[in-house]
């Protein structure tokens, strides 16, 4: 199956929290989206590697996208090395995205910065003719892609985006996917450990972030992403 998008995560719901709304709008669009968990997020404070295994699944249906996938690194553990670039190269050459959307290129937590070098090395040598690699499901050789385009999410750090996309409508279904993870999120019933993510207050950001960064630009809400290279457009009438 070929994507338009493929969106990849350090840890379940990552890429809902960072880039929802927008994945949300393009599938819309009519656009095959994708999503790729690096890590089952097992060492999570709250909740489990199956809970989220079932929780993100979940999200993916609300989101509507074709197709997701976890890779079982180690979470906290993986690292940016050969072993774990050449698994991505596989599954890059394997759905030849258009586009990637990866995790900030900063962040409080260390899989974030971790999971973005990574993307971004592996989208770069998927491109090269000469580094080999099998499809993992039929073992057939497969032919080199790099996508056209890579963009960074922003999540804990208020970044500076390069980028901004209006999700004006489809806020709402970013909210529903980032709430199926029931045991991460606000729940004032829960008795297990708060964590910088649980509280109401960060339930919260999600949307005066979204809202603020809308006023930024005119628009009721909106996503923001940084680039590793400039954006080029046909003609300065083509933005909003």
């Known amino acids: 199956m070929k994507l338009d998008i493929l969106a990849i995560g350090a840890h379940p719901d990552d890429v809902e929290l960072g880039c929802g709304a927008t994945l949300a709008k393009e599938v819309s669009n009519g656009k095959k989206v994708g999503i790729i968990d690096l890590t089952r997020g097992e060492l999570g404070t709250r909740g489990t590697a199956e809970t989220r295994e079932v929780e993100s699944a979940m999200a993916a249906s609300i989101l509507g996208v074709a197709v997701r996938e976890n890779m079982e690194f180690a979470d906290g553990f993986f690292v940016n090395d050969k072993f774990h670039q050449l698994e991505l ?81 489809f806020m709402e279904l970013k909210m529903k996917s980032v709430l199926a993870y029931k045991t991460q999120f606000y729940d004032a019933s829960s008795e297990e450990p708060e964590t910088p993510i649980s509280s109401k207050n960060f339930t919260d950001s999600i949307t005066y972030r979204a809202r603020d960064l809308g006023r930024l630009v005119g628009v009721e809400y909106a996503e923001g992403f940084t680039v590793d290279r400039y954006i080029a457009v046909d003609s300065l009438f083509n933005m909003k």
């Open 89 to 169: 190269i596989k599954m890059i050459r394997k759905y030849r995205p258009e586009i990637v959307i990866c995790n900030a290129i900063e962040d409080r937590h260390i899989d974030h910065a971790k999971g973005s070098k990574l993307v971004s090395d592996a989208c770069f040598l998927s491109g090269l003719l000469k580094i080999d690699t099998k499809d993992v499901n039929t073992d057939s050789w497969q032919d080199s892609w790099r996508p056209k385009q890579l963009y960074h999410y922003i999540q804990w750090n208020n970044l500076k985006p390069d980028v901004v996309v209006d999700v004006s409508d």
